[in-house]
């Protein structure tokens, strides 16, 4: 069950607030934060950051906490899974020059 309604986000004073299944938002100032979701894996606690509120609305959020969510269920860190990603798309976006 999801906590924090929109409007009531834009109101909240400094602090970290919990929404539910991982998903936390750090207010910065009023109607700005941070959104990131926590996540243990291997016995680790991991957070991964999922955007700035409210460029990123709640919903979106939620939805990136879910599927980060389902990768740690199948044992892959959302983290180097991202890393994985990030290097696979520049490896693709490189161009190579040749010389006669």
Request: hydrophobic share 30%.
């Amino acid at each position: 069950m999801h906590k924090l309604k929109y409007k009531q986000l834009l109101h909240l004073p400094r602090g970290k607030y919990y929404d539910g299944k991982g998903l936390y938002i750090s207010i910065t100032s009023q109607g700005i934060g941070k959104l990131s979701y926590r996540y243990r894996i291997v016995n680790k606690s991991r957070e991964i950051g999922l955007g700035t509120f409210p460029e990123v609305p709640i919903v979106d959020a939620r939805q990136k906490a879910e599927d980060n969510r389902r990768l740690v269920i199948q044992k892959i860190d959302p983290i180097e899974d991202k890393r994985r990603k990030e290097v696979l798309r520049n490896q693709q976006n490189k161009k190579f020059l040749y010389s006669k």
